[in-house]
């Protein structure tokens, strides 16, 4: 039951209000005073002032004045027979929530009194909700026990209250994402929105649109105009997902951005201007995209000023009991079912498995196990885990029996890629255009491998 404190010097109208907010389910408060009303509102919790302007003493304009220095997110609503445009105006200017000349009927000041309430209502909602989201992406409650991902949130927690722009890199599922959301979660941007866009989802003819907005009669269907996501992002911050596979003829313009933090519309010739931070994320090797051609070198390497590698769960796999455990308690509460824990044999399923999909596919399996599970802990019977080839059948004869997809033991992906390489080379007899097809790679795409790993770019004979 929502309380309003009403403040008002006439008797009668005092009367009259009590009664037929009564009748609503309101609990009223009076006051014929406005010192009287700042008592009240210093001892008893209220959800709504409804004061008069003209009061005995402290005026309804200074009473409105003490009352949003105490508590600005209480709703005022002002009454006044002496309404003048002036009044209003300068009644607003002060934080009033609202402004209703008298007579009023009692209809009218309940639907006022409603919507104030809704709207104070949806403000707590949206507060609480961003609360919980900023406490969801504080560090403590990240998962990151390794000396790996410890790295990578001491990267973070050094990067957010600044303004640089953030190259995260990593396989599809680690955690950008979540990364990306911290950042701006420590920034100084945390009260500003988070826009998130992954350059892969949109078709490339609609990805202008969506990134920089268009007016009106830009295209057809164009029938009003439309904000794009760097001004959705003004006084925040843009995530730019998957920035690797964003066409060539938007990279100018976003190079533009990153520059100059202005663009223009499609369609349109005001420029605007944008105040935003910029994250992006890429699960491909943006410098062999350089070397390919696909990639602009000069947005790299806007992008890339302060760059975070977030390692693959493989390489990290002392977190997975950590992370088992943050996802039982997540997904139990979720559906509302008692998972005490797993079992020593469920976790060494987990712990020893390859985990080509990161840490996105222990949260699915995690999920899965939680619903599944008809103990109070999670069995190895309760583990699925997805171990059919990619391909299915069609490449059953390519890869053998499935030790050979995955890596061998003790040996990182880096390592075996460097093995490949070399094992390519040494099958094509040292010519590297030979081996750049064995590999399926463009012969500039194996002139940057072979850098990485030592090997001297000698001409062919």
């Known amino acids: 039951m929502a309380t309003i404190l009403i403040v008002e010097d006439e008797p009668k109208m005092l009367r009259l209000l009590e009664l037929n907010l009564a009748d609503d389910g309101y609990s009223t408060r009076a006051a014929t005073t406005a010192e009287n ?3 009240i509102l210093a001892s008893d919790k209220v959800d709504l002032v409804l004061s008069d302007v003209k009061l005995p003493g402290m005026s309804g304009l200074e009473f409105l004045q003490a009352v949003k220095r105490a508590n600005a997110a209480i709703p005022v609503v002002m009454m006044t027979a002496y309404g003048t445009v002036e009044t209003a105006v300068e009644a607003m200017k002060d934080g009033a929530s609202d402004f209703v000349l008298k007579p009023f009927s009692i209809e009218e000041i309940k639907l006022i009194i409603r919507k104030e309430l809704e709207v104070r209502r949806l403000h707590e909602e949206n507060r609480q909700l961003r609360e919980a989201l900023g406490q969801r992406y504080q560090f403590e409650n990240i998962v990151a026990n390794s000396p790996s991902m410890q790295e990578v949130l001491a990267t973070v927690e050094q990067v957010a209250p600044t303004n640089s722009t953030v190259l995260l890199g990593g396989e ?5 994402d979540m990364i990306a959301r911290a950042i701006h979660q420590h920034s100084r941007r945390v009260n500003g929105p988070f826009i998130k866009i992954n350059c892969t989802a949109i078709p490339e003819n609609l990805l202008e649109s969506e990134l920089f907005g268009y007016e009106k009669g830009a295209f057809t269907g164009a029938v009003t105009a439309k904000p794009g996501k760097f001004e959705l992002a003004d006084k925040g911050t843009i995530f730019l997902d998957e920035i690797g596979d964003m066409p060539g003829s938007l990279q100018v313009k976003l190079l533009r951005v990153l520059q100059e933090r202005e663009f223009e519309r499609l369609g349109g010739t005001k420029t605007i201007k944008v105040d935003i931070r910029v994250v992006a994320a890429t699960n491909q090797d943006l410098r062999a995209a350089l070397e390919q051609g696909t990639f602009r070198e000069d947005l790299y390497y806007r992008l890339n000023v302060v760059p975070i590698s977030i390692p693959p769960l493989r390489a990290h796999k002392q977190d997975i009991p950590y992370l088992v455990d943050h996802f039982i308690k997540r997904f139990a509460e979720s559906s509302g079912k008692t998972i ?19 840490v996105r596919e222990l949260e699915n399996i995690i999920e899965r196990a939680v619903v599944m ?5 999670i069995e190895a019977g309760d583990i699925r885990l997805d171990v059919a080839p990619s391909g299915g059948q069609a490449n059953s004869q390519a890869t053998g029996n499935l030790a ?25 007899g040292g010519n590297k255009s ?10 500039n795409a194996l002139r940057y491998r072979l850098s990485k790993i030592g090997v001297p770019d000698e001409p062919e004979s």
């Open 434 to 443: 030979q081996a750049a097809r064995l590999l399926g790679l463009s012969r």
């Open 404 to 428: 050979t997809m995955f890596l061998p033991e003790g040996m990182t992906l880096e390592q075996f890629e460097d093995k490949l390489i070399r094992e390519a080379l040494q099958r094509a």
């Open 373 to 377: 599970a008809s103990g109070p802990r």
């Open 172 to 176: 599809s599922g680690v955690g950008k």
């Open 37 to 39: 009303g700042l008592k």
């Open 340 to 358: 005490e824990g797993i079992t020593p044999e469920a976790m060494k399923l987990l712990v020893d498995f390859h985990w080509p999909g990161n």
